[in-house]
Structures are given as structure tokens and as C-alpha cells.
């Protein structure tokens, strides 16, 4: 099973992968890396923090402009990925394995606050 | 409607991610903005830049005419040379910055900015009342294209194009039976040259420069890595660095500026005064001192007061530091070397003042 059939994807170009222990990797789509060109810097949230669903949770910039990164589902961070800070561009070679941005534990449930959609309707949706 | 010019269908060919530029369906990238701006740098690129404006200057009052609307002296411009010139209002503020080209006796050619063509338009109308002078916006006729990098030279002689020493130069030349004007100039920073010809030869042309820049890892270079390109030389963009409440004197332009000039030309006083006194503002140049990147119109802020505003910022390739230029307040407090900060995203971060242009052309030629 690839990845994209694993994941759901938001509007907005999010995604979020459930992991084997519960938590969740949530990250940006290739559609979006794609979009944004060359990825310069991240800013990514302090672990600990909670973040409610449509909150600014991290920042990315590409070369021409800065981009909010909003909040999937609601979650508390419980790891960022610390080799985007000296390497951003992993995000360009790939967004789910090597360039996802942050794991956290959802907040509240899932499927109530819920409008993410499978990969291809989202591919469908975007394109 | 979004424009287009005669190259878009190559651009799309070529997959270009295309954007709205000041009105025009434009190329942003090709592949990598990064990429394309190394290439320039190290090599030659390719860039399609026909949203830009032509007009042809005639008529026997053609020189005291540009002699009103601009600062700069055209009674010394030399036959089949150039002047970077600014288009002043009455108040000195800027409603455009343009090339003006020499091309024969009361003949000559303006290049402005694409988002401006109207204004300057109207302004150069306005202008001309009383003297014999005709303004011919060419500007849908024409492509332009520009081949930029260090060996922009060689791919030119080897079309076949007899190339020219000196920058800021122009000159009428052929290339298949097909009329074109060469120009040795361009906005990379870099040495290189401007193609300017009919719409119905511009694939043509487009087509043989790839071919020919082949062997000098010649590229198609986007909008993107123009951007970028301008901005690690320190080059003003219309619309961000420069605008109708910007004097030239304010935009470190004073350099382009004759002092002597006799004859009187709109803003005149206030710019001769701001020449010797300086402006309300001045451009300077920021290096940031950590990785956070400055945007157009983030606040700049001096021990806790805000001092002005970033016009262009983002990443400088070349350099792998992020820069920035900015208006600040005309403090001499506020010189090389000091350290101010930039509001980005509710947080201040430290920048460096430096010295513009942040690179240095590596390939010099004479002027």
C-alpha cells in the first residue's frame, strides 16, 4: 500500500497519516510542495503546543512568498522533524517519508471534526 | 484579461508554471527559481520579458521633450546608446524608471515598466503640448528577449551577431533576413543583452537562441529568478522599491543624476535639494543575521521604534543569506554596519545594514 492511499488530505493541503501507536504525521502534500516551488525555510511549532483545527500551526517559505501551514485536525505536537531546519528543501524531494513536518496526538475525536478528504478526491478537488 | 505574449504557447510547451505579472500570463519557473538563478550566474539564460513597454520618441522637439520629463542630461547621449532615466512627477515622486535608447537624429526608444505602460503614456501626452514630438507606443508590435550571464557574449557571436564592447549600448542588426535591435543591457546584474523584435519573429529567435546557447547550458529563466536575480544586484523594482511618493534621491538613485543640467524638467526643484540635503527616506540594504526571511512591507524597527518598511526581501542564492532592501527613516544613525530589527510574524529579527548592491558583478565591462 503506498503512502497516498494511506493518508487524508485537508483543503487547505495538509495531510495526515494515523501511525501503528495512535499519533498522527501531518505534513504538506506533494500537490502543494509542487505548487510552492523551492523551499527555502520552516517555521515549526515548540512541542507541547496545542493547536485547534484551521489554527496556523508552522509557516513555510519558498522563494517567492510565505505560506501558513493550518491545522488539519486538533492536536498537541509531540515531535518536529529537526532535519528540515538545516535541510527545508527534503520537503521538495519528498513530503511524506523524509519531509513530513510534525507528529502529534489528535485532540478530541477525529471523525467528529472531520472534513479531510481520501488522496485522490482531494487530487481530484485541487486539480 | 490577462495578456499574453507572443512566446506563451512556448512557455507552456516548455512547462512553465505560469502566473498573472502585472496584467500578463507570465513564467514564473521552469523548474527550480534557484536553478535558473545559478544558471545565470555561472552561465547564460534565457528570458522572455515582451510584457515590457516600447515606445518610439520622433519628431523635431523629440530631445527638449525628454529633456522636460526626465533628470537625466540626453542631450549627452550618444548615437546608439543608453540611459537608465527616472520618470518624475511634479513633486520628484516616480511614475516610472526607464531605458531611453538613442537611436538617430530626434529618434529615439523609451523602455518602461509592463504595469506602467499607461501612465507613462498619459504623463509623456501631457507633457508634449506645444512641441513637435510624436509618442508611438509600439509596445504590442514588439517582443524582447533577453539572453543575461556571463556568457550571454558568446552565445550571441556564435548566432552569428556582431557583438558590442561597451554596455548601455544598442545597434540595429540582422539574423536571417530578420531586422532586430541588440542591446547590451539587461536587470540580472550580469553582463548580457535585450533582443527587441517584431511579434512574427519572436518564436523564431526564441527557438535559436536555445539552440545555439546549447553548448553554454543556456536555459529558459521565469519571472522568479528575475525577481531574484535584480535583487541580490540591488535593482529597484517598480511598484515595491520605487512609486509615485519615492524620489530618486530617496531611492539612491542620485548617482544617475546630473547636477548641471540646464534645462528644467519636472520635480526639478525638489530633487536638486534633495541632492544636496538628502530625502525625507532613504534605501538601504539588510542582511539578515538569522534564517528568517524579510517580505515586502514587514515593519523595520530600531531600538523598539519603527523605522520603516522592507519593499523587496527574500533569499539571495548566491550569497545563502536572506536580504532585504528597505526605506528607513533618512537617520545618519542608520548606516553600513548597524543592526535593525524586522518584524516577521510578531517576532523581531536582527538584520544587518550592508552595502549595496549585495554581489559585485563578476564580470566587469566598460560602460
Request: contains cysteine; glycine residues 8%; aromatic residues 8%.
Amino acid at each position: 500500500m503506498s503512502i497516498t492511499e494511506k493518508i487524508l488530505c485537508s483543503k487547505s493541503h495538509e495531510y495526515i497519516l494515523k501511525n501503528e501507536d495512535g499519533t498522527y504525521t501531518i505534513g504538506l502534500t506533494d500537490y502543494a510542495v509542487e505548487q510552492l516551488g523551492d523551499i527555502v525555510y520552516l517555521e515549526l511549532p515548540e512541542i507541547g503546543t496545542d493547536f485547534q483545527k484551521g489554527e496556523t500551526f508552522a509557516t513555510v517559505e519558498s522563494v517567492k512568498a510565505a505560506s501558513e501551514i493550518y491545522a488539519p485536525i486538533s492536536f498537541k505536537v509531540i515531535e518536529i522533524n529537526e532535519t528540515l531546519a538545516d535541510a527545508p528543501e527534503t520537503l521538495n524531494e519528498d513530503s511524506y517519508e523524509k519531509g513530513w513536518l510534525i507528529k502529534a496526538e489528535a485532540i478530541g475525536n477525529i471523525s467528529e471534526q472531520n472534513d479531510l478528504m481520501e488522496y485522490e478526491d482531494y487530487k481530484e478537488e485541487v486539480e | 484579461m490577462t495578456k499574453e505574449t507572443y512566446l506563451h504557447d512556448k512557455h507552456v510547451q516548455l512547462g512553465a508554471r505560469m502566473v498573472d505579472f502585472a496584467g500578463w500570463h507570465m513564467p514564473v519557473q521552469y523548474t527550480s527559481i534557484i536553478e535558473e538563478h545559478k544558471t545565470v550566474r555561472e552561465n547564460v539564460g534565457l528570458f522572455d520579458v515582451s510584457h515590457m513597454g516600447e515606445v518610439f520618441v520622433s519628431g523635431k522637439d523629440s530631445l527638449a521633450f525628454l529633456q522636460k520629463i526626465v533628470p537625466q542630461d540626453i542631450s549627452k547621449l550618444a548615437y546608439e546608446k543608453a540611459v537608465y532615466c527616472q520618470l518624475p512627477n511634479k513633486n520628484g515622486g516616480l511614475i516610472d524608471d526607464l531605458i531611453i535608447y538613442k537611436l538617430g537624429i530626434n529618434y529615439y526608444l523609451v523602455i518602461c515598466n509592463a504595469a506602467r505602460i499607461d501612465e507613462d503614456l498619459n504623463w509623456m501626452v501631457r507633457n508634449k503640448k506645444g512641441l513637435d514630438v510624436k509618442i508611438d507606443n509600439q509596445s504590442h508590435n514588439y517582443s524582447l528577449l533577453a539572453v543575461q550571464g556571463p556568457k550571454a557574449d558568446a552565445v550571441l557571436r556564435k548566432m552569428g551577431l556582431d557583438t558590442m564592447q561597451e554596455s548601455f549600448t544598442i545597434k540595429p542588426a540582422t539574423i536571417c533576413g530578420r531586422k532586430l535591435l541588440i542591446s547590451r543591457t539587461g536587470y540580472t546584474g550580469e553582463d548580457g543583452y535585450e533582443l527587441l523584435v517584431e511579434n512574427e519573429f519572436s518564436e523564431e529567435l526564441w527557438d535559436k537562441i536555445l539552440d545555439y546557447g546549447n553548448e553554454f547550458g543556456i536555459k529558459p529563466i521565469g519571472l522568479g529568478a528575475r525577481d531574484t536575480l535584480r535583487l541580490e544586484a540591488a535593482l529597484h523594482l517598480y511598484g515595491n522599491d520605487l512609486d509615485e511618493n519615492t524620489t530618486p534621491v530617496e531611492a539612491g538613485l542620485s548617482w544617475s543624476i546630473p547636477k548641471d543640467k540646464k534645462e528644467d524638467y519636472n520635480g526639478k526643484n525638489i530633487i536638486i535639494e534633495q541632492l544636496q540635503n538628502g530625502g525625507g527616506k532613504k534605501l538601504i540594504g539588510l542582511k539578515m543575521l538569522d534564517k528568517a526571511i524579510a517580505r515586502h512591507e514587514y515593519e523595520v524597527y530600531k531600538d523598539g521604534e519603527k523605522i520603516g518598511i522592507i519593499t523587496s526581501g527574500g533569499i539571495s542564492p548566491m550569497l545563502n543569506a536572506n536580504i532585504a532592501l528597505a526605506y528607513v527613516k533618512n537617520d545618519k544613525n542608520i548606516c553600513i554596519g548597524s543592526t535593525v530589527q524586522v518584524m516577521i510574524r510578531e517576532k523581531l529579527h536582527n538584520a544587518e545594514v550592508v552595502k549595496k548592491p549585495f554581489i559585485s558583478k563578476k564580470n566587469k565591462i566598460k560602460i
